[in-house]
């Protein structure tokens, strides 16, 4: 299992910035995804979950109504829509997959990680 984040930039406070993971690889059952984020001296938490059947989706909530995680029909792609950025969203963000039954609300539950993209919001 491979997962390619990309996407990530410099925007300035305001500004917008699409990340995208892609998911390669054989897997022969149901699997989550996330996107997680990282900021420098901080540790590594989570942005927004989508969930295999594509309900409940769930957001953090200085992002709730600002980023918006969606995935492709094909379900081997997802994006992360980042409207209104602000500085306090610099980090280096990831991908991140869940083939297991381990809750969704542990980031020790994900299993396959994408390298990192970097975002930088400017004031």
């Known amino acids: 299992v491979q997962l390619q984040a990309s996407g990530g930039g410099l925007v300035q406070a305001g500004g917008s910035l699409r990340l995208s993971c892609g998911f390669s690889?054989?897997?022969?059952?149901?699997?989550?995804m996330a996107w997680f984020r990282q900021a420098p001296g901080k540790e590594r938490e989570f942005v927004a979950r989508?969930?295999?059947?594509?309900?409940?989706?769930w957001y953090e909530g200085s992002v709730r109504g600002r980023f918006t995680m969606s995935r492709n029909a094909a379900k081997d792609t997802v994006w992360l829509q980042m409207n209104s950025l602000k500085p306090e969203d610099t980090a280096v963000y990831y991908c991140?997959?869940?083939?297991?039954?381990?809750?969704?609300?542990?980031?020790?539950?994900?299993?396959?990680w994408g390298q990192g993209t970097q975002v930088t919001v400017s004031s």
């Open positions: 989508f969930p295999w059947r594509g309900d409940r989706l």
């Open positions: 991140a997959v869940k083939m297991n039954s381990a809750p969704l609300d542990r980031i020790s539950s994900y299993e396959s």
């Open positions: 690889g054989r897997t022969f059952s149901a699997y989550d």
